[in-house]
């Protein structure tokens, strides 16, 4: 009988680190690999830098696919015009200077997505910003499925826009 609790409490002990290891290495853990690729991207605005997309970067590097469907449905229903998106999510700007990350924190969202708190100054002007990121952990790694800053979440704004977009040329087009 000792021996049997002797197994059990093994077993135990054993599942218990197998299921902490499993905890560790879910993509929402791995908040190292998400630096980097935060990191990564914000490097692109710094002085003269090339924003995104670059050659380094292209925009199916950052943003997830879900992001830039809405981002494509918003400017085709548009018709050529200013959509929803007036200019730069990553930096929440239409211009940079010499943008530089200042605070970065992770919290988890789900199993492959996480929360990114980016604090962003723009070393020219001084001015700084607040924003969150959704970043969701794809086979092709980490991408940003969200922003949210002052104005709410820009996957949300973009859904509104072309659904409004759409209303409005429906309504233009009846007789």
């Known amino acids: 009988m000792a021996f049997l609790r002797s197994v059990f409490a093994l077993s135990l002990i054993l599942l218990t680190l197998f299921d902490t290891s499993l905890a560790a290495s ?7 690999s998400a630096e980097r690729f935060l990191r990564q991207v914000y490097a692109s605005y710094s002085h003269d830098g090339p924003g995104v997309p670059n050659p ?8 997830d696919a879900s992001l830039l469907a809405l981002m494509k449905a918003d400017q085709d229903a548009a018709d ?5 998106l007036n200019g730069d999510p990553v930096c929440d700007c239409q211009d940079w200077g010499d943008l ?13 997505r996480l929360t990114a708190s980016v ?8 001015e700084g910003k607040q924003l969150d990121l959704l970043l969701h952990h794809t086979a092709h790694g980490w991408r940003v499925e969200d922003f949210i800053n002052a ?6 704004n973009l859904r509104k826009s072309t659904q409004d977009l759409l209303q409005f040329k429906q309504d233009a087009a009846k007789p």
Do not use: N
């Open 26 to 32: 879910t993509p929402a853990a791995d908040t190292a």
């Open 56 to 63: 380094a970067l292209k925009e199916e590097d950052v943003y």
């Open 80 to 84: 050529g015009e200013v959509g929803y």
């Open 100 to 112: 530089r990350l200042q605070t970065l924190t992770f919290a988890a969202a789900d199993g492959d």
């Open 119 to 126: 604090t962003l100054k723009d070393e020219v002007t001084g």
């Open 151 to 156: 104005e709410g979440s820009l996957a949300q």
